[in-house]
């Protein structure tokens, strides 16, 4: 077997080109929604619109023999050695909620381990690390713990949306893009953040063109009572972002989130 490599993608255009070519491994490792390409090149292209400042998208690739095995996608500092290191479509926009959205994607052990090297090499020692969204018992995290000896590792609990618009009227589902468009303006309406309702426009409008939104409304004349999108990935549903003037969207304990954190470990 080849020995596999570590390298960096750096800036939008080569960190989109290593989440197409990491495609084939998310779909092997059944990665959610939230950590796979269509999602993160939504994520990518509004951060790139907005020209976030100081920070640039970074990929961490270990490369096996002709795929890759083991792949990270994060944000750094642009240009200073120091700063915090976080992974791409952290804290952007209304992720959905009730699961871990986000995944340090690794085909094995080994290709963790790599992938856990190569991350504390762009921290360089000056740079601060944290990851926020993570599944229980992910191995690249437990694999930077011991790396970075004064990191955290946290545990929190989620809470998921619960689809009851049957409850409040009779509701209209659809997962044809023009329906999308049609009740999206009155959906993004009510989102309170501006760059949220943006990067919402765009990653409904991207995964209804695959297939992948469903959008459920409630109406009375044309004007929504209340609404919900949901991703879907065949038979799995996951509620992302709703709402109601009065009932039909509740709510339940999710899955567990894991958090790793870990400061610098000396100055610049």
């Given at each position: 077997?080849?020995?596999?490599?570590?390298?960096?993608?750096?800036?939008?255009?080569?960190?989109?080109?290593?989440?197409?070519?990491?495609?084939?491994?998310?779909?092997?490792?059944?990665?959610?929604?939230?950590?796979?390409?269509?999602?993160?090149?939504?994520?990518?292209?509004?951060?790139?619109?907005?020209?976030?400042?100081?920070?640039?998208?970074?990929?961490?690739?270990?490369?096996?023999?002709?795929?890759?095995?083991?792949?990270?996608?994060?944000?750094?500092?642009?240009?200073?050695?120091?700063?915090?290191?976080?992974?791409?479509?952290?804290?952007?926009?209304?992720?959905?909620?009730?699961?871990?959205?986000?995944?340090?994607?690794?085909?094995?052990?080994?290709?963790?381990?790599?992938?856990?090297?190569?991350?504390?090499?762009?921290?360089?020692?000056?740079?601060?690390?944290?990851?926020?969204?993570l599944p229980l018992g992910d191995p690249t995290a437990r694999a930077l713990s011991v790396r970075l000896?004064?990191?955290?590792?946290?545990?929190?609990?989620?809470?998921?949306?619960?689809?009851?618009?049957?409850?409040?009227?009779?509701?209209?589902?659809?997962?044809?893009?023009?329906?999308?468009?049609?009740?999206?303006?009155?959906?993004?309406?009510?989102?309170?953040?501006?760059?949220?309702?943006?990067?919402?426009?765009?990653?409904?409008?991207?995964?209804?063109?695959?297939?992948?939104?469903?959008?459920?409304?409630?109406?009375?004349?044309?004007?929504?009572?209340?609404?919900?999108?949901?991703?879907?990935?065949?038979?799995?549903?996951?509620?992302?972002?709703?709402?109601?003037?009065?009932?039909?969207?509740?709510?339940?304990?999710?899955?567990?989130?894991?958090?790793?954190?870990?400061?610098?470990?000396?100055?610049?």
């Open positions: 077997m080849s020995a596999r490599t570590v390298r960096f993608a750096v800036g939008r255009a080569d960190v989109a080109r290593a989440l197409r070519a990491a495609a084939p491994l998310m779909a092997d490792l059944r990665a959610p929604v939230t950590a796979r390409a269509p999602w993160l090149t939504a994520v990518l292209n509004g951060t790139a619109a907005r020209r976030s400042i100081g920070t640039r998208p970074v990929a961490v690739v270990v490369e096996g023999p002709g795929r890759p095995d083991a792949a990270a996608f994060l944000t750094a500092p642009r240009r200073r050695p120091t700063g915090e290191v976080r992974l791409l479509g952290q804290g952007v926009g209304p992720t959905p909620p009730g699961r871990p959205p986000f995944r340090l994607l690794a085909r094995d052990r080994a290709a963790a381990e790599l992938l856990a090297d190569g991350i504390c090499r762009l921290l360089g020692g000056t740079r601060s690390l944290r990851l926020v969204g000896p004064d990191g955290l590792i946290a545990n929190g609990r989620s809470t998921r949306v619960l689809d009851e618009l049957d409850t409040v009227g009779t509701v209209a589902r659809s997962r044809d893009p023009g329906d999308v468009d049609r009740w999206l303006p009155q959906l993004l309406e009510r989102v309170p953040v501006r760059r949220e309702a943006e990067l919402l426009r765009a990653s409904a409008r991207l995964h209804a063109a695959i297939g992948q939104l469903e959008v459920a409304v409630v109406a009375e004349r044309g004007l929504l009572r209340a609404g919900l999108l949901t991703l879907v990935d065949g038979a799995d549903r996951w509620p992302w972002w709703g709402w109601s003037a009065g009932g039909g969207l509740g709510s339940e304990m999710g899955a567990p989130l894991v958090a790793m954190t870990a400061p610098a470990r000396r100055w610049p």
